[in-house]
């Protein structure tokens, strides 16, 4: 994900951060596994708001909390920033939606992952019931 034409990391890339990042904490967790299962997820929202450019060769963090966790949803809120800097380079969302895999339909999110999951949570308050 070199620089583009523009002397930066594309926008695009970005997106492919989010993603990495919610994907390494979902299968650190035990959620996400590549043996299949009753239940998946799907990215149903993202969005990302960019602060200052980072362009190769910038060593890059992600930060990640969940903001949100709903009957069947997700909502993860991320954050890039530049190796030593004390401010985003970028902030972002990404709504995971809980899917039963045979049906493709939304589902509740298993109790299992509810559990860990709502340990992962910052505070109570930012929890819906």
């Known amino acids: 994900m070199d620089n583009d034409v523009f002397g930066h990391v594309n926008n695009a890339a970005y997106y492919s951060f ?6 390494h904490f979902l299968v650190q967790c035990g959620i996400l596994s590549w043996q299949g299962g009753s239940h998946g997820l799907m990215v149903a929202e993202s969005s990302c708001r960019y ?3 980072v362009a190769f060769p910038d060593r890059l963090t992600a930060g990640l909390r969940l903001a949100r966790l709903g009957t ?5 809120e991320i954050a890039v920033y530049r190796e030593g800097a004390d401010t985003a380079a970028a902030e972002g969302t990404f709504v995971h939606v809980c899917v039963d895999v045979a049906t493709r339909r939304p589902a509740p999110l298993p109790d299992r ?13 930012a929890k819906e019931e």
């Open 113 to 125: 992952w509810r559990k860990i999951l709502e340990s992962e949570m910052p505070s109570a308050s």
């Open 72 to 76: 069947s949803s997700i909502r993860h």
């Open 18 to 23: 989010f993603d990495t990042a919610i994907t």
């Open 51 to 53: 602060h200052s450019e």
